[in-house]
Each structure stands twice: as structure tokens, then as C-alpha cells.
């Protein structure tokens, strides 16, 4: 996950590990070699438009809305065809009234005609305040979290490891973040709730109760699922 920093010359760029008081948990009732936390990337704003997410101090806001605003001018001025105009006169309404893209809720649709755009407030954008960057854990939380992704937990054996997706994420999906070769192969993924995992006391003691379940590749991943993908090798 690539976070840009947005005007912010304040926050140190580069890799950051994130922790997760699941994983802590997991860890503390499954052995495993290491544990490994999910990991952000910090960069520049000059990267944004390829970064998953944008946080910003307040003052940059309105910056950000009118670069935005500049493309939908501009590319209006080109006459575009009648869809291509509709989602484009919708974006800029919203723009004008100092809000983010983001905001609409736009439909798969509407998403595809405008794929080929680089727009910054297409994608999620965190509003930060300078004082949160005294606790950078607990910002990146708070942007993981307003940017709608989650984490899913393999454990055992060599290493219990939180993984980061987006919400909405299948199972086939969520495999291949992983390895590819296991979402190519995925045959199902043996599921067991965190709160399952952690009432019965552990991975074993969950398959024991009959906690665990098959899913399929459109199984939609949730919050602190733990994980195993079985796969043709």
C-alpha cells in the first residue's frame, strides 16, 4: 500500500511497518519463527497519482480540489462524448463545492469511462492534523482505516503475518497477495473468524470446535480472518 505525503515535508518517506493488535494476539496463541506486520509505503507527492491513498494537512486541500478542477476544464473544453461529459460535469460539481471525487459513490460505469483519468481525489484522501505525526502508528491506523482497508492473518509454522487489503477483497484475490502461483492454483481457503480464534484459544482449538469453514474464490474476506489457501502446486 503506497501512501503520498501530499505538501508534507514534515513525515519521513520510505517503508513503514504497521502494527496490528490482531497479529499480536494471534501470536501470543500460535508459535511461529517471526511476525511479520503489514507495511505501508511512504512517498512523495509527486507520486500521487500512482499512491493508493493521499494524506494532507487542511491547507492543501484546496489545492488538491483544483488540480482536479483544472483536468475537468480542460478536458471539457474538448467536447467530449455525451457519457464522458455527464461523469464529467458530475466530478466537477462536486469539485466546485470544495469536496472530493471520492465522495460520489460513482458506479462501476462511470468508473470505466473515466479509467484512463488521472485524478488525485478519485482515490482516497486522509485530511491530517500536524499533531498526529508525533504518533505515526497511530495515524497510519487511522488512515488505513478511513481509506477502507483491512488485514487477513496466515500463522503457524514459519511465521504469523497480517496481510493488507482493501475491503470488498475475495478470496481468490486475498490469495494472490500472497503468491500468485497460489491464486493461479486456488483450489478454497480454510476460513476461521478472529473472534472464533480467539474464543476457542488458538487455530487448533478452533478447527476443533468446528469453527472452521470452505470457502470459495468469491468469498469476500473480512477484518482479522484467518487464512490458509489450499492450491494445486
Known sequence: ???????????????HNIKDFKLDQADKLVKAKKKTYPQIELVAQESALDADVIILFPDARTDLILRDLDFMETRLAKNPLEQEKIVLDKMKAVLEKEEF???????????EIISGYGLFTLKPVVVIKKEELQDLGALFARVIAESKYICFLTVGDKENRAWLIK???TAWEAAGAIHSDIQQGFIRAEIISFADFIACGGETQSKQAGKMRLEQKDYIMQDGDLANFRFNK
Do not use: D, N, P, Y
Open 101 to 111: 471525487i471520492s465522495t460520489l459513490g460513482l458506479t462501476v460505469a462511470e468508473r
Open 1 to 15: 500500500m503506497k501512501i503520498s505525503a501530499f505538501a508534507l515535508s514534515e513525515i519521513t518517506l520510505g517503508k
Open 167 to 169: 475491503q470488498g477483497t
